[in-house]
């Protein structure tokens, strides 16, 4: 990994610029030169190396359990691919592809009352995703929206304040909780895993429905990916740690948004712990890399697959 110190130096400063901003209620982060000499300086080369195989744009997937800091991850490879190797990068969640509140209370009158709640394969607008990857693809480029969802209203933003995209991006960073994702065996889905399935799902008429999801449209969905990065967490357990702690971080800087206590961040994880379980068993399947974090978020070790 060779380049100019002043190329180095320049990377650090906005990195920690960046991490600054992250920083809440005076909790600093830990050892943040370390990982970016071992984590995003690596990551953003590996990234590169993929891109410069044809000079394509490439659609790279990034999946991790609630909480993993896929966000925070996705912010740093923008400000480093950008410094470092002159590409123009898009990041969007799937997150911002859930359906209205409206179409999700139509789909839990219709389907299952779980579908009210957003997160599982079923609630996200799959055609919109294509329609945005094809057109973020699409030559000559013109200016593309992509939505923005409010997990504080639970509802999608109007369209005036979704993102527009005015340059053809060289990579495109797609990030989720599922991205990637394969659904289970019928057999797998019969023993439930948690509350909400054993109250609420007796019948399995939520779970089929979600498995289904996967093994077809999100399937087609996923196999645009050109890789696929995968956080691996040391527990499910961890995650639920880390999403707590991401309530926290939003209760302190969103003073005017509704947050989620502890027992309901319990309770709405338990809606994406099926898949979540099933892609931490799964992940060599899946992942072109798979980076493994501890306990404070830090990766320990990166498997390369591909």
Request: include cysteine; proline fraction near 3%; glycine fraction near 4%.
């Amino acid at each position: 990994m060779s380049f100019k110190s002043s190329q180095y130096s320049k990377i650090k400063e906005i990195y920690l610029k960046f991490l600054k901003k992250k920083e809440v209620a005076g909790k600093p982060l830990v050892d943040k030169i370390g990982k970016l000499n071992t984590f995003y300086l690596p990551l953003s080369e590996w990234i590169y190396s993929k891109y410069k195989k044809d000079n394509k744009t490439k659609i790279i997937g990034l999946s991790g359990g609630q909480g993993a800091g896929k966000s925070t991850i996705t912010g740093i490879l923008k400000l480093i691919l950008k410094t470092k190797y002159g590409l123009e990068l898009c990041v969007f969640s799937i997150d911002d592809f859930y359906k209205t509140k409206t179409e999700r209370k139509k789909m839990s009158q219709r389907i299952h009352s779980l579908f009210l709640t957003r997160g599982v394969p079923g609630t996200h607008d799959v055609n919109l995703i294509n329609k945005t990857l094809k057109n973020l693809k699409k030559k000559p480029f013109k200016q593309v929206l992509i939505p923005k969802f409010d997990k504080s209203t639970d509802d999608r933003f109007k369209r005036s304040k979704w993102l527009k995209v005015q340059k053809a991006p060289n990579i495109i960073i797609f990030e989720g909780w599922c991205i990637g994702a394969r659904h289970q065996k019928d057999g797998d889905l019969k023993k439930p895993l948690n509350f909400i399935e054993r109250k609420y799902d007796t019948n399995l008429k939520w779970r089929k429905k979600v498995n289904n999801d996967l093994k077809n449209n999100y399937k087609k969905l996923f196999n645009k990916l050109d890789n696929l990065v995968y956080l691996k967490a040391p527990s499910f357990n961890h995650i639920f740690q880390w999403r707590l702690h991401q309530e926290q971080k939003l209760k302190l800087t969103k003073k005017n948004k509704k947050t989620m206590s502890k027992s309901k961040i319990r309770k709405f994880i338990m809606f994406y712990e099926r898949i979540t379980r099933h892609m931490m068993k799964d992940f060599t399947n899946i992942s072109d890399l798979t980076i493994f974090l501890d306990k404070k978020h830090r990766s320990i070790k990166m498997n390369y697959y591909k």
